[in-house]
C-alpha cells in the first residue's frame, strides 16, 4: 500500500518533505481544505432533511479523513476532527457536531489501518466499533440523558418505551410482504423475530451491532472507489510514498 517514490529528490524538491518548511503549512492547509470539505457534508445532513439523502451523504464524509490520514498521519486527522467539531457546533450545536467526530476517528482508524499495511477486515472491525458505540449513544445514551434531565421522566420508563419501540418496529417489519416474499413466512427468522422481542435488550445489541458492521463496511468500500479514482499525484504522503489504500485485491 505504500511504496517508495520513483524521485525522492524530486519530492522533497516539490515540498513534500517533512524536514522541508512549508511541510507543515502544507499539512495545515490540506487538513483546512479537507475539513471544509466534512463540514459542507454534515451541514447538508443537517439541514436538508430529504428521504434516504442524508443516509447518502453521510457515506462520503470520512473520505476526506482518510485522505488526509493517508497523507498527513493520523495524529493530524485526530486534531482536525478536534477543530472541525468546534466549527460545527458552533453552527448545529454541540450534540449534532458529534457527527463530525465519529466521521474523523473513522478516517483516522482506516488511514492508520492502511498505513500498517492490515488486513482490511480489520479496518473495518475498527469502523463497526467506532460507528456501533455513536449508533448505541443516539439510540439509548441521548434519550435517557435528555428525558431524565430535561424532562424529568424516570429512567424505567423511559427503558419501557424504548422496548415498545422496538416492539412496534418488530411487528411492522413482520407484517411486510415484498411481492411473494413474506418475511414472516420463514420459520427461523419468524423464531429469531419472537426470540429478539422477548429479550428487547438483546435486540437492541443486534442493531447496534448491525448497524456498526454494515456502515463501517460500507464507509470503507465508499472510501476505496474514490480515492482509486482520483489523481495519483495526491496520493503522496509527506515522505512522498504513494498510498493506495486498499487496492482491489484486497477487498
Known amino acids: 500500500m505504500l511504496e517508495q517514490p520513483l524521485d525522492p529528490q524530486a519530492a522533497a ?4 518533505s517533512p524536514h522541508s518548511p512549508s511541510g507543515p503549512i502544507l499539512g495545515l492547509v490540506e487538513a483546512a481544505l ?3 470539505i466534512v463540514v459542507v457534508l454534515c451541514l447538508l445532513r443537517t439541514f436538508v432533511p430529504i428521504p434516504f439523502f442524508q443516509g447518502l451523504v453521510r457515506l462520503f464524509c470520512p473520505t476526506p479523513f482518510v485522505l488526509l490520514g493517508l497523507r498527513q498521519g493520523v495524529r493530524t486527522t485526530v486534531i482536525a476532527a478536534i477543530g472541525g467539531y468546534v466549527v460545527l457546533s458552533a453552527l448545529v450545536g454541540p450534540l449534532f457536531g458529534i457527527q463530525i467526530l465519529v466521521y474523523g476517528l473513522l478516517g483516522a482508524a482506516y488511514a492508520g489501518a492502511a498505513r500498517a499495511r492490515l488486513h482490511y477486515t480489520v479496518a473495518v472491525l475498527f469502523g463497526s466499533i467506532i460507528y456501533g458505540l455513536y449508533v448505541a449513544f443516539l439510540t439509548v445514551g441521548v434519550p435517557l440523558f435528555l428525558g431524565i434531565v430535561n424532562l424529568h421522566v424516570s429512567a424505567s ?4 418505551e424504548i422496548r415498545q ?10 407484517s411486510l410482504h415484498i411481492g411473494p416474499l413474506a418475511p414472516h413466512n420463514w420459520v427461523g427468522l419468524r ?6 422481542l422477548q429479550h428487547w435488550i438483546a435486540g437492541l445489541l443486534f442493531i447496534v451491532i ?3 458492521v454494515l456502515n463501517g463496511w460500507l464507509f470503507l468500500y465508499i472510501t ?3 480515492l482509486a479514482r482520483i489523481d495519483r499525484g495526491i496520493r503522496l504522503d ?5 498510498i493506495d489504500f486498499y487496492p482491489p485485491p484486497g477487498i
Do not use: P
Open 34 to 36: 479537507l475539513l471544509d
Open 191 to 196: 423464531n429469531f423475530y419472537h426470540w429478539l
Open 238 to 242: 509527506s515522505r512522498g510514498n504513494r
Open 13 to 16: 524538491d516539490d515540498g513534500a
Open 210 to 212: 448491525f448497524n456498526g
Open 224 to 226: 476505496r472507489e474514490i
Open 157 to 160: 420508563k423511559l427503558l419501557d
Open 165 to 174: 419501540g422496538l416492539t412496534s418496529f418488530g411487528h411492522g417489519l413482520g
